[in-house]
């Protein structure tokens, strides 16, 4: 499901008739557009229970990762191509107007060799995004979960920059102690 907004001041809804127009000349097999707030807060709520679909599916290991907008397709693609190799079902919300997406591979939390499927799913993954011109972070930042990656993608120069900056911002060390730039 793709769902497109317009925020233009005074073209809103002359955006989005131009946006379906678009969708379904690229092979949309439906395309509904919202005639009315209440009709788009319908639509829109389809993505806010997203996220706890997901969580009542079962255990997973998601995360946050960013392409140029121009390789999306690709990025999502990777996703289940990944996940097939490894055993693993698959999800792929995200942002597509930024390029940033929330993979979301599913495991047996009874099983440690299908979270370590997972996570060698989520290294291959960011691989793949590197190889298309992404990052390992988006929205959500590097994280503890994510760190391991950040030193590969920036180099050891890079972060001893941003150590410093920390330092220089954080001489005590009280903000986020221990955490990615320990």
Request: with cysteine; net charge negative.
């Amino acid at each position: 499901m793709l769902l497109v907004q317009s925020d233009r001041p005074g073209h809103a809804q002359e955006d989005v008739q131009e946006y379906a127009e678009l969708l379904t000349a690229a092979g949309a097999s439906e395309v509904a557009v919202a005639d009315d707030r209440a009709e788009a807060d319908l639509l829109m709520e389809g993505r806010r229970v997203l996220n706890p679909a997901l969580k009542a599916r079962g255990p997973r290991f998601i995360e946050d990762i960013c392409v140029p907008v121009a390789r999306l397709g690709d990025l999502v693609r990777q996703v289940h191509v990944i996940a097939d190799r490894h055993g693993l079902e698959a999800t792929c919300g995200g942002h597509a107007g930024d390029g940033n997406l929330h993979p979301c591979f599913f495991y047996d939390d009874t099983d440690p060799e299908s979270l370590a499927a997972a996570q060698r799913a989520f290294d291959e993954l960011v691989r793949a995004a590197w190889a298309l011109g992404g990052t390992v972070t988006g929205e959500h930042g590097v994280g503890q979960q994510k760190a391991p990656w950040l030193a590969e993608e920036l180099g050891e120069a890079e972060l001893a920059r941003q150590r410093g900056l920390k330092a220089f911002f954080d001489p005590l060390g009280i903000m986020n102690p221990g955490r990615v730039y320990a």
